[in-house]
């Protein structure tokens, strides 16, 4: 009964559901109250709600754009899965920002179906500690990651050896002081190399040029305010003043003889770096070759890698999509003024090292002493058990004792990311092989019939592979956003059942990508 602006739970959805015209479960209520969007009252030991708090709700923020999602993506959207509490810090904690990589959910999804807690939608454990969980699509690590956090043993396996770099990367265990050695000695070197580099005092004059054309032409906050105001076309006033900056970069350029370009053009490092920036990258990556131990020598190489992909030949606008590469001053619509191109990595180089240590102690403090391993291979045919006892033979005496539990995986979706491509400058600099033709779904086969037909085959082949290795009475988590209906498909030609569903909205979506988007964790089982 309501007393005094107080609703039990069940009251609670009724009201929602007509104040906002959609359907609120009590689930939906539950789960306002566990992660504190409303507040927990209690009467004679039963739960109460006031309705004020979820006025309060739905007309905020949070409120407005669950409703807006709902409305967008159907009544069955988990809400509880959005993880809208969470800050982006939150979200990228720790080691899972070691490296960008397009594609990879975010680590409380992983936490919430591995850890051993339950809820209103979540109402059985799946996994305990010391379980071994599988991840046949591993990407960047997350679910290995997660993994040890809980106190899980882990298994990734990916066909990109890059990204089986980055995974065994953030799992790895590190002398801490010999790497912050090794840093410091890498950045003094660097250095010295471009101490009397005509590039430096090229790029502080052209600086100081830059900083008195913007402060004319693009006042902060004048520009924006006129903009918003819609006093400036930006477009006509930005191309205007582009081309009257121009003369004073060219005479610089000029002046300083400096190389805008290589004089190759064959390789991804060749056409989207500066000579002054592709010189410096190869001095580092020599400097890293030096380095004995071998676990330093590749977490090194990741802040190399990060730090070139954030040097390339681009606007800041397009760092996720390249055009065609930049090379002169241009007008950038995310900062409001003339931006140039990069002339040296040492600004990135040094940020990313100091931020990469700091993630790793980060983690460090929160792993288990449990077994995580990433191997490098097709998912579809590799023997797990011979090539994680070949790297690890107490892991793989583990394994072959005990077996996998289950798996929590993201496969690639079909016709959507090259997930080789986005990386090409690592491919080039470490010269790795590809294996582009073995990817499954391959952007460049689209989202045809055909593409749809050898995804399921695809993806079946990888399940029915992966369980010769797990227990009986497995648990399998895929992450996918199935608009193409094909996850039925792959359960049956897996001799599987899918049990269980849960639609979630992705709030976060890689650059920033606001449009309503939900995903679908299938829960699959023995048929």
């Known amino acids: 009964m309501t007393t005094a602006g107080l609703l039990t739970i069940k009251e609670a959805s009724e009201w929602a559901s007509n104040y906002i015209g959609k359907n609120v479960t009590p689930s939906n209520i539950a789960y306002l109250i566990q992660y504190g969007r409303i507040k927990k009252m209690e009467d004679n030991g039963s739960t109460q709600i006031s309705v004020a708090d979820l006025q309060d709700y739905y007309n905020s923020y949070h409120g407005s754009r669950e409703v807006n999602f709902k409305k967008r993506l159907g009544d069955d959207l988990n809400w509880a899965l959005s993880f809208d509490q969470y800050k982006e810090a939150e979200t990228t904690k720790h080691v899972h920002r070691l490296h960008p990589y397009k594609g990879k959910f975010i680590p409380q999804l ?5 850890d051993n ?13 010391g379980d071994i969980v599988l991840d046949p699509f591993s990407g960047s690590g997350t679910t290995m990651v997660q993994a040890c956090e809980l106190g899980m043993h882990a298994a990734g396996i990916d066909i990109s050896a890059f990204n089986t770099l980055i995974g065994n990367c953030k799992v790895a265990k590190y002398d801490m002081a010999d790497l912050q050695n090794e840093i410091g000695r890498i950045t003094r070197r660097l250095a010295n190399f ?10 502080e004059k052209l600086l100081r040029e830059l900083y008195v054309f913007n402060n004319q032409y ?9 903009l918003r105001k819609g006093e400036i076309n930006e477009t006509e006033y930005a191309t205007e003043k582009e081309k009257l900056f121009l003369p004073i970069y060219n005479r610089l350029v000029n002046e300083y003889n400096i190389q805008l370009r290589q004089e190759k053009n064959e390789t991804f490092l060749d056409k989207w770096y500066s000579q002054h920036i592709r010189n410096e990258i190869d001095f580092v990556f020599n400097e890293i070759k030096k380095i004995g131990n071998i676990t330093n020598k590749k977490i090194i190489s990741i802040i190399l890698s990060r730090t070139i992909r954030s040097c390339r030949a681009t606007t800041h606008a397009d760092l996720a999509t390249l055009l065609e590469p930049v090379t002169t001053t241009y007008y950038c619509r995310k900062h409001g003024k003339i931006c140039k191109p990069l002339f040296s990595i040492m600004k990135w180089w ?23 391993i990433c191997l490098t291979g097709d998912s579809r045919n590799i023997d797990i058990l011979e090539q994680v006892g070949k790297k690890n033979p107490a892991f793989g005496q583990l394994i072959e004792n005990k077996k996998i539990k289950g798996i929590f ?19 080039d600099l470490f010269g790795f092989e590809r294996q582009d033709d073995l990817e499954i779904g391959p952007l460049c086969k689209r989202q045809t019939k055909e593409a749809q037909s050898n995804y399921i085959l695809g993806i079946s082949n990888v399940l029915n592979n992966c369980k010769r290795f797990l227990v009986d009475d497995y648990n399998i988590f895929l992450v996918a956003n199935d608009k193409y209906n094909m996850y039925p498909g792959i359960a049956e030609k897996a001799g599987m059942k899918i049990v269980n569903q849960f639609k979630r909205p992705v709030l976060n979506r890689t650059e920033k990508d606001k449009t309503a988007y939900s995903e679908t964790i299938f829960h699959l089982k023995k048929k």
Do not use: C, W
Request: overall charge negative; aromatic content about 20%.
């Open 110 to 114: 992983v936490e919430y179906f591995l």
């Open 350 to 372: 040094k940020t990313y090292s100091m931020d990469t240590i700091s993630r790793l102690q980060q983690f460090d403090r929160l792993r288990t002493d449990t077994f995580q």
């Open 409 to 427: 995986s993201s496969p690639p979706y079909v016709g959507l990311i090259d997930y080789h491509e986005q990386h090409a400058y690592a491919y």
């Open 194 to 203: 471009i101490a009397n580099s005509k590039a430096i005092e090229f790029e």
């Open 218 to 226: 693009f006042p902060v906050p004048d520009y924006k305010y006129r």
């Open 117 to 129: 807690h339950t809820d209103a939608f979540k109402t059985e454990i799946y996994f305990d500690k």
